[in-house]
Nanobody
């Protein structure tokens, strides 16, 4: 059974940082790209960042470029999302997903339950 478990969310002040983790089990982790998406209150889910299977290629939404960094450790079956210079607009539930490398949700087959990030201004 494939499981993706997000952690690291919380409440942070604007300008602060968080590091989200996505721990995977039940799949050959190094064979999958992993992406982060987010859903803000009352809005649709949007792409945030993606990393390919080896970690040497990544992509970001324009809204987070230069502030967020995605990385992975295949030995630990974990992908990370470093969130810096956080803004109130970054408040959302953040989801990780595993699948084929793409900057859109339909390429991803497996999804986690999400972790809440709240940025106070």
């Amino acid at each position: 059974q494939v499981q993706l478990v997000e952690s690291g969310g919380g409440l942070v002040q604007a300008g602060g940082s968080l590091r989200l983790s996505c721990a995977a089990s039940g799949l050959t982790f190094s064979g999958y790209a992993v992406a982060w998406f987010r859903r803000a209150p009352g809005k649709e889910r949007k792409f945030v960042a993606a990393v390919n299977w080896s970690g040497d290629n990544s992509g970001y939404a324009d809204s987070v470029k230069g502030r967020f960094t995605i990385s992975r450790d295949n030995d630990k079956n974990t992908v990370y999302l470093q969130l810096n210079s956080l803004k109130s607009a970054d408040t959302a539930v953040y989801y990780c997903a595993a699948g084929s490398y793409a900057l859109r949700s339909d390429a991803y087959n497996y999804w986690g339950q999400g972790t809440q990030v709240t940025v106070s201004s």
